[in-house]
């Protein structure tokens, strides 16, 4: 059944530009004309298949949890039930770690390692020709635009199980003269933002080391891991290699504590991967952390002004800035600092909030009223702290949790809003003079997983990304990822990598 073209209240609008005569400080001032809209294009739900129900995965079958008990996964861009996920228990969780085991055992360490390629390659070739199902589902349990899922999600997610299925039976020139090993059943736990790209990021490597498998999903965003596990199950992997438990926190607490499972990769937040370090401190888990950030942007007086207002909006407002690596933070060079404000003032009135099935859509839904709840507290907390903000004049959907786009100017490095992550569309703008300035700005937070340096020097920005304490620094551009790049953050952001060759090495021991 299509979907009804709803014209989310201002979803649709967008700027016409018509420029104004030049003001006294002659900066060109540009004014909006909203009379017109783009029409709506929204995606199909028909496209989709959601059962009413979904169970455990565990050894290649779909089991009752023997908790007897399911929770509603809805849709947060209308509150709308979706269906209702089963809740792993402790012994849901036993039972998965057994069929693990066994297959481990039995069957996984035991074929040749061109053999589990060629699982892998299935899986990946599954989700391309599920490409468009997938990318509809995520959109409808998360709230993330249908672009995104649709060009960057569920095709990422593809090239994750593409490129490690590669390395499985090369893993001796990933590491020469060494002797790999598989460390056993690994526990892998993710979060709400990336659903399916955080099980493809997590499973591929997994399986491509010689590794079997209990996955936990997001309790808010359920529905493509258990999508995933049906391709799964049609790809024939062998029973047990891959289980994939919905559940709620004490699930993922569950795997965390379980004797029998050699290695927890947790995505998720500081606050959750200090209490799992904690929980398996003094046994001899192997363990992998990616968790919060607070990544900077910079903005160089040389920098090419306009790409790096988009890449600014990109980097927060980008699925509504539930991203860990969001640019959180905007550091601009003084001398052009009110030029850079006035941009993105400009271009965050011409963002399209809305539907996240409209194609057109740049905003979509908060993942859930809880994280709506945590950013409308933020937003109040920089207001009380001096700090001026800037919102778009959009009006939101009556139904759903959305979140106008929100800058702060007149940021201190000091005030909440620029130390603690936030995980939605709210940007901290503080300003800078000189190189030493920047650095220590934007190094000074618990943070290091990201940031963004923007000029037009090539050596100012290896200067920059010697100096600046975050894994991953983009120059020129913002959040780009390859399945064939490293991931992962300094401090409190975690420590491993997942992404590229250093990706197998948390799931391998080495020997000789
Ligand atoms: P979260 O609350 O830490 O939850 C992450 C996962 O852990 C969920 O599946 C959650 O279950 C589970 N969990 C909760 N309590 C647990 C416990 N005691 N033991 C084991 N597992 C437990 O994080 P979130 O709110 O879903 O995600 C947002 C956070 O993830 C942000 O801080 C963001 O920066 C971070 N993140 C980091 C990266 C990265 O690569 N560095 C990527 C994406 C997100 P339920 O939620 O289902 O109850
Ligand atoms: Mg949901």
Partial sequence: MPVKAKPASRAGKVAKKTMTPATKNNTLKLKFDTSWTYAPAPESKSAAIINKQYDLFIDGKWQKPLSKTFIDTINPATEEKLSEVAVANEADVNKAVVAARNAYEKVWKKIPAK?????????????????????????????????????????????????????????????????????????????????????????????????TVVFKPSKTTPLTA?????????????????????????????????????????????????????????TEKKLTLELGGKAANIIFEDAPIDQAVEGVINGIFFNQGHVCCAGSRLYVQESIAKTVI???????????????????TDIGAINSRQQLETILEYIEIGKKEGAEMYQSSCNLPKKGFFCKPTLFTNVAQSNRIAQEEIFGPVLAILTFRTDDEVIEKANNTPYGLSAGVWTDKGSKVFNMTKRLRAGVVWANTFNKFDPTSPFGGYKESGFGREGGLHGLLPYLSLKG
């Fill in 115 to 211: 053999e589990r390629a060629k699982y892998i390659f299935r899986i990946a070739r599954m989700v391309q020709e599920k490409a468009r199902e997938l990318s509809i589902i995520e959109t409808l349990d998360g709230g993330k635009p249908i672009r995104e899922s649709r060009d960057f999600d569920v095709p990422t997610a593809a090239n994750h199980f593409f490129y490690y299925a590669g390395w499985a039976d090369k893993l001796e020139y990933a590491f020469p003269n060494r002797k790999t090993a598989p460390l056993g059943v690994v526990g892998q736990i993710a979060p709400w933002n990336f659903p399916l790209l955080m099980a493809a990021w997590k499973i591929a490597p997994a399986l491509a080391t010689g590794n």
């Fill in 226 to 282: 258990l999508k995933l596990a049906e391709i799964i199950e049609e790809a024939d992997l062998p029973p047990g290699v891959v289980n994939i438990l919905s559940g709620v926190g004490s699930t993922g607490d569950a795997i965390v504590r379980h004797p029998d499972v050699n290695k927890i990769a947790f995505t998720g937040s500081t606050e959750v991967g200090k209490m799992i370090q904690r929980a398996i401190a003094g």
């Fill in 342 to 360: 006035r941009k993105l003032k400009d271009r965050l009135e011409s963002l399209i909030v809305g539907d996240p099935l409209d194609k057109n």
